[in-house]
Each structure stands twice: as C-alpha cells, then as structure tokens.
C-alpha cells in the first residue's frame, strides 16, 4: 500500500515517533512518505491567523495517518487549519497519533483526539484507532512502540 504520513511537529517529539512507524510499515511491505504539515508562524495560537506554508495533498495515497502534538489541550492551529482546507476526505479511515508533554492522555490527549475526529468526520472520514503518546511518562518509551505496533497492525 501506498501510505502517506502527515505529520505537524513543532520541536521533533511527534516527527521521531513517526519516524518510526515509517520504518515499520516499510519494513511490512509498504511504501511510506512523511509529508509535514508546515504553518507560517509556529507561535501562533489563533487559527484563523495561521496560513499553511506546506500542505500535503492525500489523493496520491491509498491510506492516510495523521499525526500531531497537542497545544493548549487542543489540536494544533496547523492540524485544524489542515482538516478544514484538504481535498475531498470523504470515505478515507485515517489512524491518528498525537504526542503531549503531561503523562496521562486524560489531560487534553484525549480531548485532542476527540476534536480531531469531529473535525474528520465532518469531512466525510473515520479515526478508525488512534495512540497517544505522553512524552512526561516514565513509560514514555513503550507509549511509543504501542503506538508504532497499534497503527501498523491496523495497516496490515
Ligand atoms: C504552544 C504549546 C502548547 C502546549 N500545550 C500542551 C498541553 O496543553 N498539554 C500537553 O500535554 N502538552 C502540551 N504541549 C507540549 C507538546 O504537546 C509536546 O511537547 C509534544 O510532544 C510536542 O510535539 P512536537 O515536538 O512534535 O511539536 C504544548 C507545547 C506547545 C509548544
């Protein structure tokens, strides 16, 4: 399958995580790219001030998974901003990771992945499974390769 990972990573935690699935699913058989999600201004919170400076298209994909941190308990400026303006997503179940700095995904993880999937939804897509990594965990490192083995036994 021809899979393309989106990714918005301000300071490199979800880009590493990603980074590893591509190995993993490459290593499966597929064939991967890490598309980022890049905004004009990093430090903006507003997303009606945000403009994309790269926006990577999905039709060229067979699956799609969506990746991001979380910023003030909710999805990035960048990931909204995305969602709203992509192509005809209709259809499409697309995997999902978010990473965040406090250890439990009850502290805005959950309510970013929550958002995230409204947001799909309204644009004709499914969040079939998603993985939260919670970088201020002692168990940061098996957060990680759960959410690696969780996604890529989805692609399977
Ligand atoms: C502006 C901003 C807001 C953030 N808000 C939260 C938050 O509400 N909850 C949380 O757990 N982490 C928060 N973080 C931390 C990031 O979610 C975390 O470090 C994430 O892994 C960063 O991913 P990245 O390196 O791919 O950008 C915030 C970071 C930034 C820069």
Redesign the pocket.
């Known amino acids: 399958m021809n899979i393309g990972i989106l990714v ?8 590493s995580v990603v980074k590893l699935l591509e190995e993993r699913l490459r290593k499966s058989g597929h064939s991967v790219i890490i598309e980022r999600i890049v905004p004009d201004n990093e430090d903006q ?1 507003d997303k009606s001030k945000v403009r994309l400076v790269s926006s990577p298209s999905v039709s060229k994909f067979d699956s799609i998974i969506l990746a ?7 999805p990035t400026p960048a990931i909204v901003r995305w969602i709203e303006g992509s192509d005809d997503l209709s259809g499409r179940k697309i995997p999902l990771i978010i ?4 250890p439990f995904p009850f ?3 959950n309510r970013t992945v929550r958002k995230i999937t409204d947001l799909l939804q309204k644009k004709g897509a499914s969040v079939p499974v998603s993985s939260i ?4 965990n002692g168990k940061r490192q098996m957060l990680i390769d759960d959410a690696v083995t969780k996604i890529s036994e989805y692609l399977k």
């Open positions: 918005h990573s301000k300071t490199g935690n979800t880009l919170p991001g941190p979380v910023h003030g308990f909710s990473t965040q700095q406090l502290l805005g993880g990594v919670n970088w201020g």
